[in-house]
């Protein structure tokens, strides 16, 4: 399993908070779970940390254009950038 991170902005909080539930079905296929947070000096600053044992599946969820009323609704602000954990 690797831990990947997800940044990205939005346009109203509030609205994305309540899309909670409409990210834990979105990524259940791909994820083992995921923890939010938010900076503290950007309100509407997102970090999701994932969990999974296929990322490109991961990837694919997140930038599949059938998910674009979603993010709307949630007002996701492109881009969304990834991060991978770095071993040494």
Not at 28 to 51: C, E, K, M, W, Y
Request: aromatic letters at 8%.
């Amino acid at each position: 399993m690797a831990t990947y991170v997800f940044r990205h902005k939005v346009g109203d909080i509030n609205a994305w908070l309540k899309g909670h539930e409409d990210r834990v079905r979105l990524f259940a296929p791909a994820s083992h779970g995921f923890r939010t947070f938010q900076d503290t000096d950007d309100p509407n600053s997102i970090l999701i940390v994932v969990d999974t044992d296929d990322v490109q599946k991961l990837g694919a969820i997140i930038n599949d254009p059938k998910i674009q009323h979603i993010k709307d609704r949630h007002t996701v602000l492109e881009p969304i950038t990834m991060s991978a954990e770095v071993n040494f």
